[in-house]
């Protein structure tokens, strides 16, 4: 059964697990004890650490082990606004970052800090001028992921870096989703990852802090890994982390080759075999192995169930796979359609047999979720019987909505207006940018006795 969601996590690299497996027999004992199971301990928790700073681009000294990629960027994030707070409290995001920064900058805000999320544009970059505009005198710390975890777009880090340099502000640098294929570009101040998105094992992140950025961490003290992670070192998942680390960089070269070009294939003939698709993210400044295409009129949450069934392992960012029913905040930010939202993410080793069976296997799901869903099979033009009409989709979820407006939209003349009543707070991003694929116009959002009122103009 092919697995394309390796950005959630990718399988366990074979260096990983025959580290893993040595290590659970020498890495046992208490690596500060200084008798020979101790000593030997230490050994191997020292190699994995000098492994893994160079792959990383900093000093041993510099890097923590951490037990999650998450940790590492609350750890990251708390330790430099409080070695810095005598600048100010104010911190610099993104508007795509990782929930783990945003959840950090929302803590940050409820304890009296402030923090400003960086626009992006369409494709998910931010523009290193906007972000340069949002750093100020009391800006204590900026984040900036190295790509998006969605839809794979990378971020110009150097350039920002630059800015922030100039201004005297650290730039932390989540790079989770690209440090298994080349290093972070130079300039950043901190950096956090997570081993198993690189196919180490679960439960290893990865801190480092350059020598000179201010940095007091925060919660009980605690006398291992610099008092940056508290708790035994779990030195047998490390030792694997750093094996896998080193090996997944010396195979990148030629593998990121080999799955761009299976990238840039899906990414061709999905809008080519699927009707009403449209694929978001940066076409060439992106990750290797991650594409992100999203599809109108589509349930995610059944799009996926059925590619399960079909034995592909997908994932979304649609709101109908949260439990909490709204939008990817990337999808969102960028402005683009978040239903029938399908990322696929090829682990090393995919195959092009695989990626062309998900070829053929794809446009027919489409259908059928869509036929179940009553969705137009297209939009075609009837002669006109109103100026403007009313769809009442209240109490209605994911593309319910946006399939009703389709449904009316040519019983409208050119000039004619639809307005979708909807409390979703997916129609929200969902309508305009249904409005921007089938070039109509989006007039705007007006409030109801109930949600919202969004009204379309028809303009073909």
């Not at 970059?125 to 794979?152: F, I, K």
């Not at 799955?259 to 075999?273: F, G, S």
């Not at 996926?304 to 990817?328: M, Q």
Request: hydrophobic fraction near 45%.
């Amino acid at each position: 059964m092919p697995y394309f969601d390796a950005a959630s996590s990718a399988p366990l690299h074979p260096v990983a697990r025959q580290a893993l497996l040595a290590a659970l027999d020498e890495g046992w004992a208490d690596p500060a004890r200084l008798y020979r199971e101790g000593r030997r301990a230490r050994l191997l928790l020292d190699a994995a650490r000098e492994a893994a700073a160079e792959a990383v681009g900093c000093r041993p000294d510099e890097l923590t082990f951490t037990s999650s990629g998450t940790r590492a960027v609350h750890s990251g994030i708390s330790g430099a606004l409080a070695g810095r707070r005598r600048v100010g409290r104010h911190l610099v995001v993104s508007a795509v970052e990782h929930s783990s920064v945003l959840h950090a900058a929302a803590t940050h805000e409820a304890h009296g800090g402030t923090f400003a999320e960086v626009l992006v544009d369409r494709a998910g970059a931010v523009s290193a001028a906007a972000y340069g505009e949002a750093l100020r005198e009391d800006t204590a710390l900026a984040c900036l992921q190295s790509a998006n975890h969605e839809v794979g777009t990378e971020q110009p880090v150097a350039e920002v870096a630059e800015l922030c340099r100039a201004s005297g502000v650290p730039l932390l640098v989540d790079a989770a989703q690209s440090l298994g294929w080349s290093p972070v570009p130079a300039g950043w101040s901190l950096l956090a990852a997570s081993a198993h998105k690189w196919g180490g094992p679960s439960g290893v992140g990865l801190l480092a802090v350059r020598k000179g950025v201010r940095f007091a961490p925060q919660g009980p003290a605690d006398e291992r890994e610099s008092g940056r992670a508290a708790g035994f070192e779990n030195i047998p998942a490390v030792v694997a982390a750093a094996a896998s680390l080193r090996a997944v960089r010396a195979e990148a070269a030629a593998e990121s080759v080999r799955l761009r070009a299976l990238v840039d294939l899906i990414r061709a003939r999905v809008p080519e075999l699927v009707p009403e698709v449209e694929v978001v993210g940066d076409p060439v400044r992106r990750l290797p192995h991650l594409v992100t295409f999203s599809c109108l009129y589509v349930d995610g949450e059944t799009l996926l169930h059925e590619l399960d069934r079909a034995e592909f392992s997908v994932s979304s960012g649609s709101s109908c796979t949260s439990s909490t029913l709204t939008p990817s905040h990337v999808l969102r930010a960028m402005g683009v359609l978040s239903e029938g939202n399908v990322r696929v993410s090829l682990p090393a080793g995919t195959t092009a047999e695989d990626v062309d069976r998900f070829l053929r296997v794809l446009p027919g799901v489409v259908s059928e979720v869509r036929e179940k869903l009553g969705a137009p099979v297209s939009v075609a033009p009837s002669p006109a019987a109103a100026t403007s009409l009313v769809v009442d989709s209240l109490g209605k979820r994911c593309p319910i909505p946006v399939i009703e407006l389709a449904k009316v939209i040519g019983e409208v003349p050119v000039g004619g207006t639809v307005t979708v009543l909807s409390d979703d707070e997916a129609a929200r991003l969902d309508i305009p940018a249904w409005c921007v694929m089938r070039e109509q116009e989006y007039v705007g959002e007006e409030p109801a006795d109930r949600g919202s009122a969004y009204v379309v103009r028809r303009l073909s």
